[in-house]
């Protein structure tokens, strides 16, 4: 019930493309849903978050859908870039932050 | 504004031995939390302290505890370290509760 499942565990992209990233939950009682960034060997950064009693976020190229009755969010990247890569995670909080397994994104050039 | 600090960035400890980190929060935060992250089990939820008070824990063994000082600062220590405690500790800070969290860059830990 605590869990958060993410998908996919890597993804490869060309420049210019859209980065998808699909996760899902089962706990209802969740009511914050953060997106993280993680490089190699920093901590993760805060990319976007959203409340369930939305459907979309948009900040800059990045995206969050949400759709409370599947109980699924996606991260969506737009014009991907090579700077982009990196681990993403997503993430769902009632009194403590559970995190999907991460993906990691790769944005060829 | 400074971020979140964590002090040392990289341990070297031995089997049985314990160990204590560090962490500064972002200022007039007062809620810090601490996870564990691995490759095999991701990044998991150690605890939450706010205002000096552990206010939540995740499904850790006794031997991982922590502290939080009134100035916001928290430590986080592991007692008869196991090889399994090899990780990166990551600790997060936020203005009020688990929302809008923010990491600092880890505690690279070795046990050896």
């Known amino acids: 019930q605590q869990q958060v499942k993410q998908s996919p565990q890597s993804l490869i992209v060309q420049k210019g493309g859209i980065s998808i990233i699909n996760c899902a939950y089962e706990?209802?009682?969740?009511?914050?849903f953060p997106w993280y960034q993680q490089f190699p060997g920093k901590g993760p950064a805060l990319l976007i978050a959203i409340r369930p009693d939305v459907s979309e976020k948009k900040e800059g190229r990045f995206t969050i859908s949400f759709n409370k009755s599947a109980k699924q969010f996606s991260l969506h990247i737009m014009d991907s870039q090579p700077g982009d890569s990196a681990t993403y995670f997503c993430a769902a909080s009632t009194e403590k932050l559970v995190f999907g397994k991460g993906t990691k994104l790769t944005v060829n050039p | 504004k400074a971020g979140v600090t964590q002090t040392p960035r990289y341990l070297i400890k031995t089997r049985g031995q314990q160990v204590t980190l560090s962490c500064s929060p972002i200022s007039g935060h007062r809620s810090v939390s601490w996870y564990q992250q691995t490759p095999g089990q991701g990044l998991q939820f150690l605890f939450e302290y706010f205002s000096e008070t552990q206010r939540n824990k995740g499904n850790f063994p006794g031997r991982f505890s922590g502290r939080q000082f009134s100035n916001s600062r928290s430590e986080m220590n592991v007692s008869t370290l196991e090889l399994g405690d090899s990780a990166l500790y990551l600790c997060a800070s936020s203005l009020d509760g688990l929302y809008e969290q923010y990491f600092g860059p880890g505690t690279r830990l070795t046990v050896t």
């Open positions: 706990n209802t009682a969740f009511d914050y």
